[in-house]
C-alpha cells in the first residue's frame, strides 16, 4: 500500500503518479491511503481507479470516500472512534449517514482540542478498565485527571457517549 501524506513527505501519490507505479509494479502495489486532506485529489483517484482498495487517512471524509467508490478510511483515531465508525461503514448507504459522519466529525473536533495521543489512551483505559493505558512514553505526558474530565464532558456535550457507550467506563 502507498501512503500519500505529503506534508511529511514533501511528495505527493497524484493519480499519474499512482498510475505508473500499478503498471510499473503489478501485483505489488495494491492501493493507497491518502492523508493528504485533500478532498478534490482522492476523489480523482477514486475515480481514476475503481479497481484499487482506496482509503482516506481521515475519518472526515469516510462518508465521501464510500460514497465515491472507496473503501472507507484507515486514521489513527480510529482507537477511540471504532464503534462510531465502524456503524458508519456498516450504514454508510442509509439515511442515517450523515448524521452519522457529523458526529464522527464532532468527536474528531473535540481529539484535536488536547493531546491527541494522551486522548486515545485515556479513552483506551476507560473503555478496557485497564489503567495502565494511559501510560505514554515521552515526549507525550498523560492526561491529568482534570484534563481527562474536561474531554469526556466535551465528548458527552457532542453525544459522543450516546453513539458509543462502551467509552463511558470508568
Known amino acids: 500500500f502507498l501512503y500519500n501524506i505529503p506534508k511529511h513527505s514533501g511528495v505527493s501519490v497524484t493519480a499519474t503518479l499512482f498510475a505508473r507505479l500499478l503498471d510499473a509494479h503489478p501485483g505489488i502495489v495494491e492501493g493507497i491511503k491518502d492523508s493528504s486532506?485533500?478532498?478534490?485529489?482522492?476523489e480523482k483517484l477514486i475515480a481514476a481507479f475503481p479497481g484499487q482498495t482506496i482509503f482516506s487517512g481521515?475519518?472526515?471524509l469516510m462518508l465521501k470516500t464510500l460514497r465515491a467508490g472507496g473503501k472507507g478510511?484507515?486514521?489513527?483515531?480510529a482507537k477511540a472512534l471504532a464503534p462510531l465508525l465502524q456503524r458508519l461503514y456498516r450504514d454508510w448507504r442509509k439515511p442515517e449517514a450523515d448524521a452519522l459522519q457529523r458526529s464522527v466529525d464532532d468527536a474528531r473536533s473535540v481529539l484535536e482540542g488536547t493531546s491527541l495521543v494522551p486522548a486515545l489512551k485515556a479513552l483506551t483505559a476507560r473503555r478496557t478498565s485497564?489503567?495502565?493505558w494511559r501510560n505514554v512514553l515521552p515526549p507525550f505526558v498523560a492526561l491529568t485527571p482534570v484534563a481527562?474530565?474536561?474531554?469526556?464532558?466535551?465528548?458527552?456535550a457532542a453525544r459522543f457517549?450516546?453513539?458509543v457507550p462502551e467509552m463511558k467506563a470508568a
Open 58 to 60: 481521515s475519518e472526515r
Open 161 to 163: 457517549f450516546d453513539l
Open 37 to 42: 486532506g485533500d478532498w478534490a485529489s482522492l
Open 73 to 77: 478510511c484507515i486514521a489513527g483515531t
Open 130 to 132: 485497564d489503567r495502565a
Open 148 to 156: 481527562e474530565r474536561a474531554l469526556c464532558s466535551k465528548l458527552e
